[in-house]
């Protein structure tokens, strides 16, 4: 990505976030190490993938380097800025403009993994969870979702995930994030 790109990306995120501090809850997008993070367990044969929040796409080009086809990507932003601009960026991409918590998939094969840039520590509890059963509904047997957060612990409260059936594991540290960030691994308990 150029650095135009990259200050372009910075000043539309600086200026959604000004808009809508709780549901952006960043100034700038994701690190490259961060994405690298988040998406190093997702490749190729995971078949479809689904990104809730992709805001100006960092995880979207991490999946597309780790060999995920574009045209396997579903990609869901409600921000019309940012939705504008993945449209741009990932034509071949099957963008969702709308909530996460409402997600209805268009008639695909069942999704393989699943990432989230969505700030759960800033949505009420029943948010989370409708977003969570959203997900699984769509998401393989075996099939994760991998969500980052600035917090010290997951984002996901216990009774939350016990209530779904889930289980969350941290999976790694990116300090150099700005800010530092922690990824979790959410899937079925039985899995």
């Known amino acids: ?8 990306d910075f000043l539309l995120f600086l200026r959604s976030w000004a808009a809508r501090p709780l549901e ?3 100034i700038a997008p994701s690190s490259r190490r961060l994405a690298v993070a988040m998406t190093t367990e997702i490749g190729p ?14 995880f979207t080009r ?7 086809y574009e045209d ?13 601009l993945l449209r741009e960026r990932f034509p071949s991409a099957t963008l969702i ?15 393989g993994a699943a990432i989230s840039g969505l700030p759960l520590l800033s949505m009420p509890a029943q948010t989370v969870r409708a977003i969570l059963s959203s997900v699984f509904h769509h998401l393989a047997e075996d099939g994760s979702l991998f969500q980052f957060t600035y917090g010290p612990r997951c984002p996901i409260s216990p009774q939350v995930l016990g209530e779904l059936g889930l289980k ?3 999976r790694r540290w990116v300090p150099l994030n700005l800010p530092p960030a922690s990824v979790y691994r959410i899937s079925r308990s039985c899995a």
């Open 24 to 26: 952006v809850a960043a």
């Open 72 to 84: 396997n990507l579903i990609l869901v932003e409600r921000n019309p800025a940012f939705a504008t």
């Open 97 to 111: 403009e709308g909530d996460a918590q409402h997600l209805a998939l268009p008639a695909v094969k069942l999704v």
């Open 62 to 68: 991490a999946l597309l380097r780790n060999g995920v």
């Open 168 to 170: 969350a594991s941290f």
């Open 1 to 8: 990505m150029t650095k135009q790109k990259t200050a372009s």
């Open 45 to 58: 044969l995971c078949g479809n993938v689904l990104e809730l929040g992709p805001g100006t796409g960092a």
